[in-house]
């Protein structure tokens, strides 16, 4: 793979040409001395040794089910240090796969690799992955609400009659999805989940599920973030049940801006919606190859993922 990694330069012009320059964009990694594990639209995935994997989260961006031909500055750095974050702020409630994030405490073969790695990296416990979808929702939108307009129940979850798009819902929902290489997840009954995974490791992911998101949104409110709904991914290692993969950030999570949330309509988020937006603008056919992004909407989209990182953490971007 090539290694697209653009430089910072030392301009203090500020538009927004110049901004999206200044900011290193990954849109491949390439560790030669590591097999590559799996390639997927953000992450790439190396075996480090049989217990031990290698987290990379790119700046590619995906949309309609296509990986866009530009990236997004930062976005990579802002999806591992939302989830070093939540790791941490989680721990008391369920373990993780968190190794380390330090590039330091990394195997020594990597030291060379550190432009790739740095901030964006982590070094993880290989765990059996769980191939369902643990999926939570505080609030009726996209798929969700798509299901309640046809049968006024998510998921064979009936709700109330008369909600309106991003209503809060009277308690959140646990509603599981299969896992979709291509294309989008399924989006599967309690039931259903329960013969793919049993049910006793079913009931604990929805107990485990609903206690997170519920920590987590209260926390976020606090920071003038909704979050609406959010997916998590487990996996089974020799101690026990982890949270694995990236956790509540805005690739796998609705986040809204409370001072701006209007139930009755689409609300405006913290993730990629201004790059469908574009797409949907420039009509384009939803067919590869997929399109680039002009500088003007990278640079925005950027903004849009440092400053759900920046209200969550208090913190700028390291």
Known sequence: MTDVLAHRNNSSNTNVTDSVKQSAVLLHTDIPELELYASGKVRDIYKVDSDHLLFIASDRISAFDYVLASGIPEKGRVLTQISLFWFDFLKNIVDNHLVT??????????????????????????????QVEC???????????????????????????????????????????????????????????????????????????????????????????????????????????????????????????????????????????????????????????????PEEVQAKTSEKYVEAYRRLTGHDLP
Request: hydrophobic share 35%; aromatic share 8%; net charge negative.
């Open 101 to 130: 994030a330090d590039v330091n405490k990394f195997p020594a073969e990597l030291k060379a690799h550190e432009a790739q790695l740095h901030g964006r990296s982590m070094l993880v416990q290989h765990a059996q992955m769980i």
């Open 135 to 293: 999926v939570v929702r505080g609030y009726l939108s996209g798929s969700g609400w798509k299901e309640y307009k046809k049968d006024g129940a998510v998921c064979g979850i009936e709700l109330p009659k008369g909600l309106q798009e991003s209503d809060k819902l009277p308690e959140p929902i646990f509603t599981p999805a299969t896992k979709a290489q291509t294309g989008h997840d399924e989006n599967i009954s309690f039931d259903r989940m329960v013969q793919v995974t049993g049910g006793d490791l079913s009931e604990k992911l929805r107990e485990v599920s609903i206690k997170i998101y519920k920590a987590a949104a209260d926390y976020a409110l606090t920071k003038g973030i909704i979050i609406a709904d959010t997916k998590f991914e487990f996996g089974m290692t020799p101690k026990g049940l982890v949270l694995a993969d990236e956790v509540l950030t805005p690739d796998s999570s609705r986040f809204w801006p409370v001072d701006k949330y209007k139930p009755g309509m689409t609300q405006e988020s913290f993730d990629k919606q201004y790059v469908r937006d574009y797409l949907e603008d420039i009509k384009w056919n939803k067919q590869p190859p997929a399109p680039g992004l």
